[in-house]
């Protein structure tokens, strides 16, 4: 597949189709998680963790500055069921 956009002419089609030539490959990616969910009558808790990690060796690792390009995210939440 090759990203490409029509129907935007002149300058921001130009811009807009060099861009997307930097999209035209893909990459593994690998997940890891795990979270957990507490009710206590109506009260609902609920904690989670994610590793995101991108294995890569194009522009991607440029991003990263030469490290691997991986993001950690951290989610809370809670509820009332009525």
Known sequence: MTPHVTG?????????NAGLAFLDNTA???TL???FTL????????A???YHQV????????????DRLGTNE??????VRF
Not at 39 to 46: L, R, S, Y
Not at 55 to 66: I, N, P
Not at 74 to 79: A, E
Request: without cysteine.
């Open 28 to 30: 593994p990616i690998a």
């Open 74 to 79: 951290v989610r809370f939440g809670v509820g």
């Open 55 to 66: 294995f890569s060796d194009s522009w991607v690792q440029a991003l990263a500055l030469g």
């Open 33 to 35: 998680g795990l979270g």
């Open 48 to 50: 989670g963790y994610r």
């Open 39 to 46: 009710n206590g009558g109506n009260f609902i808790a609920d």
């Open 8 to 16: 935007l002419d002149g300058l921001p089609g130009v811009f807009t």
